[in-house]
Structures are given as C-alpha cells and as structure tokens.
C-alpha cells in the first residue's frame, strides 16, 4: 500500500494526488459510518462463542447506510472546498464502494473472527495486488483521477467476491421470520450505537488534519502533508498487523473472566512499544533522504512534518493497546472521551500552529493530541488498577 501512494504521487504530482487524498479521507470516514461498528461487535462475539448471529440483519444496516452515503455524496460534494469537477465526479464515482465494502466487511468479519489469519492475509495480499494492477492500467493509458476511482471501485467488487468465497457465503438469508429480522436489526443498532461513534471519532480523528490543512491551504499542502503521513502509516504496518490479530484473542481472554486478563499481552506490548521508539527515531533522523528517495525532490515540503510526525508511533501504540483492552472489554465511554479530548485538541492547534509553522505546525498538533489520549489511557487504566487492589485489601 505504501508501494502504491509513492506511484500515485509521482503519477499525479501534489495538486491532484492532495485530491486523491481528500477524497480517499471522505469515502474512509464513509465506510467507518456504513460500517456501524457491526464488524467489531461481530468479531468478539465469533471470537468468544463461534456463533455466526446477526450477520443478515448486519448486512441490511451496512446496505441502508451505504445507500444514504451514496445519495448524500452528490449533494455535499458540489459545496466541498477546493476541489475541481474531476475530483467532484471521482468522489461521486468512488462513493458506489460503500455496497461492494459491505459484503467485504461481513465476509471479513467471519474470517477474523474464526481467526482464519492466513486466510484474511492471502486476502488483503490479493487486493494489494489488484490495486497495484490498477494502478500499472491508469500510467499506461494516462487516465487521471476518475479513471483511478472507476478502476478501484472494480477492485472493490472483485474483493467482496473473494471474501465471500473464503468465508464459503455463510450468511443465511431467509431463515428467520420478518419480525425476528427487525427485531435484530433494532439490537444492533442498539448495541452497535457506541461502537460506531466510537469508530467514526476514530477515523475523523485519523483525517482531520488533512482536511483542516485542504481549508487552509488548498491540495499542494495537502498533498504534500500526505507523503509525511504515508510514511508514518507505513511505519505502522506490523502494529496494525499484529494488533488485528490480537483483538479476537483478546475476546477470548476476557469471556474467561480472568482477572486482570490485559496481562496475558504485556509482552506484545513491550516488543510493540520498543519497536515504536526505534522506528520514531530512525524515521525522524533520515527524514529528508526518505521523502526524497520515494517521492522525489518535488515533495521536500514533507520532510519537517516527517521529522515530527514519526514520533507519534510512540503513544499510538500506547493507544492502540488500551484501546483494543477497553473495546474487549467493553468499556467504549473511555475511549470516546480520550478521542473527543484529542480530536477538539487537534482542531485548536492545528488552526493556530499551522499558520505560525506551516505543515510543522500541523505535525506538533497532531503528536501532541495523539500525546494526550495517550495520557488519559494510561490513566484510566491506573485509576482501574487502584481499585481492584483497595477492593482485594478490603
């Protein structure tokens, strides 16, 4: 994936590449509100009990999501800032990804669940591969960025079919009587509820800054923002990997009622965490080659917020952790509240610091919000450990 953002950056330069990730930003938050949070849910409870339930009725919530997001696109996009009419109609285009993602999602959803890793691998590896493909069809006919939206909505489809195909389609469509079916989609819309704030926090909270950044400045800085946050998310590649992996065990764990279960992964942690500070550190000191290696001398405005943005893989893996914890054991509340704090920090900072520091600025607001998460985190978790000692001493 991070193969695929430096070919799309020097096949569109930073103006339409800034477009590209605008637009990418819109249709994640979209997938995270079509989502709902069912996916999480589901996840733990397969985990947990290897029960295939509610996956019909989660599948109808994602559908009608996914056609009000579709609707709704057409008539906020004209008002979007800074976008021409190819962005315009490539968002547009990019929107109908929301129906192929939800079959995805369910599909996956099972995968993960049952802890079938190999296979959601193999499956993840084969859409690296298409988009790689589609990539190599857009440079050899020169198509620009609607022709890029058409291609990875087909890469889309053909992803659900996959999915589908390695979940063997276990979705049992009309086993039950309407009004079970409602009554099922109520409760999860009911129980799903915090998790799909939760989840839609998370990701607006993952894309504010490049459409702060986009209001402020227009797609060049955007653009250029991007390649120093790519490399970031490239960094993360094995926390993401092994956190995905982590979470079905980690529902296992807590159905046990271990106490003080979360222990049974200090290890990971560690090993995460030293990892964090090795690559934040090597990140920040060769700053400059790398943005210059992968993305060319046109993107030097991306080496100052590289050299700050590489540190924030120290408290994400904090966050992601205790994140993951508190989601297992379904503790939502502390996890909005650590994100809500974040996401209103990033908003000040990030209007105050980026005219004063240009991208710089942006950068020390997003580490110094993804910071104080971190310290909340660690927080709650201390305030719950304190209690479990005084209540085993009284």
Known sequence: MAFFTIILAHQFGSAVFGEYTYIASIEVIGNVITTFGIDMLLVREIAATDRLLYLFPALVIQILLSIIFIVIVPIVSIHLPNLDLNAVIALQIYSFSMVPLAFFTIFTTIIRGKQRMASYASLILVLIILQLTALFLLRLQGGGIIVLAILLLSVQVIGAILAGHLCQFQIQFFSQPFLDLVR????????????????????????????????????????????????????????????????????????????????????????????????????????????SILFGSGYISSVSPLQVLSWILVPYTINSFRSLVFLAEDDVFIIMLSLMAGIITLVILTIWLEPLMNLKGAAWAALFSESLQSLILIGRYFQRHCNILIGSFN
């Open 184 to 291: 099922q989609l109520f409760y999860l819309i009911r129980i799903c509820a915090p998790i799909a704030v939760l989840g839609l926090l998370g990701i607006l909270y993952q894309r504010l800054s490049l459409i702060i950044i986009l209001s402020l400045n227009g797609t060049t800085s955007t653009g250029d923002y991007s390649d120093a946050a790519r490399v970031v998310e490239a960094a993360k590649i094995g926390h993401v990997a092994i956190f995905t992996a982590l979470y079905p065990l980690m529902a296992q764990v807590n159905a046990t009622g271990k106490l003080n279960w979360a222990s049974t992964f200090r290890l990971p942690i560690l090993v995460l965490l030293g990892g964090a500070i090795t690559a934040s550190f090597i990140l920040s000191w060769l700053a400059k080659p790398s943005i």
